[in-house]
């Protein structure tokens, strides 16, 4: 281990004799599905057109800079230089602070300034000449720090990117049916976003869902598998249960006044003040009911909300503080031994709650949302080619939790994904590690789709990437046990969109 030298700050910046034209940056987004990437410090950092993708995508507090030439990056960021090394700054310690990263390509130097968003935290600035390495034991380090939790990851089959709103009871059952019947080795069957009668209203059956949530647990443990359960607990529907009941609840404008927030299930909804010791409770309370009916694995989705700007019942919290008190209350609630998957979540700040976190955005049946990326500037929405951008380069976070590559897509009906593109995605899961998850609906799977199905619930321990001065789409894709290649076009022997394996010793 390294004796890095830790320091105690409230900012600072630095110069740095370093040439811009030569010089990589490694950038991590704030929560689950804002971009981390490895690009050219002179190139731009994309800065997305509308405010909803900008609350849903990113920290609206500390946005993507839009300009060439300047990268922001939070809890750490590292300057590569061509030969491996260069510097890295890194956050120890992110329970009640945001560490806000800054790099600048000014004239022949690079400015980097750091800003904490609450009190001083302990942090680490170093050259070094293993950007790699430097980047890993801080991390970890960090994880020591705050008590990260990282049980072994689960295989996972999740009801989202089949069925989507419109799944129901039997939907589950059937395919929990047919995965013991081809015996394939999941771990859990998760139902997502479709059961419940709004958001907020978690308790209340949606009348599509041809049952009740609480219904399924006991039939899921007698075909032996454990029940898993999808919710946004943060988040209130405008014509939800919840927000007539609390509109008092709800995070606040300056006016006064509930936010309205991204834009999703056809329009902006709420979040919640978790502040506010009544919804303390309520959250308490919610994850503890969930777990009665039996659940014993829980997605908590869209957890951004609790961490946005706003107006708060008690402003004397941050918004580090103000989102782990919320993770506090659904942590206690469902206690210990329940499995917490965090996603669309603020990442640093989750460690010590989170036992496995989604570290990309959605995969998709699609490569390339290319409309949304390139023309909005926005690479946080569900597409393939997002996910594997983002996720590959996050390898380090394995030491926070359990990382969340998201499901792979294995049939080849109901995609635009080719062959090799789900090959790829196969690829990712070997080398991130941790969860493996699908979503394919069983019966729509021939013998080659199973045999896919089955090489992709095989857990692997995570990789280490062999360079950052070298990348094949502005992602870390060069890694031991292979490359991968997200650009349009071959690269050294790798096809577009593609992930050659290497030969092992």
Not at 88 to 98: F, K
Not at 253 to 259: A, K, S, V
Not at 435 to 460: C, F, N, V, Y
Request: glycine share 10%; charged share 20%; with cysteine.
């Amino acid at each position: 281990m390294t004796d890095f030298q830790v320091q105690q700050s409230t900012g600072q910046s630095w110069t740095l004799a370093l040439d811009p034209g030569q010089t990589r940056v490694l950038i991590n987004g704030f929560q689950s599905w804002s971009e981390a990437e490895v690009q050219p410090l002179t190139a731009a950092q994309a800065r997305p057109t509308f405010v909803w993708m900008q609350e849903h995508g990113h920290d609206p507090a500390f946005l993507p800079s839009g300009q060439a030439g300047v990268w922001r990056s939070h809890t750490l960021i590292a300057l590569v230089r061509p030969d491996g090394g260069g510097f890295v700054g890194h956050s120890l310690d992110e329970s009640r602070s945001y560490a806000h990263w800054e790099a600048r390509a000014e004239g022949g130097q690079v400015a980097l300034t750091l800003t904490v968003e609450g009190p001083a935290i302990p942090l680490v600035f170093t050259e070094t000449g293993d950007v790699i390495g430097a980047v890993e034991e801080l991390s970890a380090q960090l994880a020591r720090n705050m008590a990260a939790r990282t049980p072994p990851p689960l295989r996972v089959w999740c009801s989202w990117y089949s069925y989507y709103r419109t799944v129901t009871l039997g939907h589950m059952l059937g395919n929990a049916q047919l995965s013991r019947d081809h015996a394939l080795p999941f771990d859990v069957f998760q139902l997502d976003d479709g059961f419940q009668a709004d958001l907020g209203d978690w308790t209340l059956p949606a009348p599509s869902f041809g049952g009740h949530a609480r219904d399924l647990p006991a039939a899921l443990g007698a075909l032996g598998y454990q029940a898993g359960l999808w919710l946004a607990p943060f988040l209130a529907g405008p014509d939800s249960e919840l927000f007539r009941a609390h509109p008092d609840w709800m995070l606040k404008g300056q006016d006064g006044l509930p936010l309205l927030i991204g834009n999703n299930w056809g329009g902006p909804y709420h979040g919640l003040d978790t502040t506010h010791p009544a919804v303390l409770d309520w959250l308490r309370e919610l994850a503890r009911e969930v777990v009665g009916w039996g659940y014993s694995y829980l997605k908590l989705d869209f957890l951004f909300a609790g961490a946005l700007p706003g107006a708060r019942h008690d402003p004397g919290k941050t918004r580090a503080e103000a989102y782990r008190m919320g993770l506090a209350a659904l942590r206690e609630g469902a206690g210990s031994e329940t499995f917490l998957l965090l996603c669309g979540a603020p990442l640093a700040s989750s460690i010590g709650y989170a036992d496995a976190m989604r570290t990309g955005p959605d995969v998709s049946p699609i490569w390339d949302d290319d409309s949304r990326r390139v023309w909005l500037h926005d690479a946080t929405g569900p597409a393939a080619r997002n996910a594997l951008h983002t996720a590959l380069s996050r390898w380090y976070q394995h030491a926070w939790y359990q990382p969340d590559p998201d499901v792979m897509i294995a049939r080849d009906a109901l995609t635009l994904l080719s062959r090799t593109e789900r090959h790829t995605l196969t690829g990712l899961l070997d080398v991130v590690g941790g969860l493996r998850a699908s979503s394919d609906p069983i019966d729509m799977l021939d013998e080659g789709g199973l045999t896919l199905l089955r090489r992709a619930l095989e857990i692997s321990t995570p990789d280490r990437p062999t360079t950052l001065a070298t990348s094949f789409g502005g992602a870390v894709t060069h890694y031991r046990r292979g490359t991968f290649n997200l650009t349009d076009a071959p690269a050294e022997g790798v096809p577009a969109h593609g992930y050659r394996e290497h030969a092992h010793d």
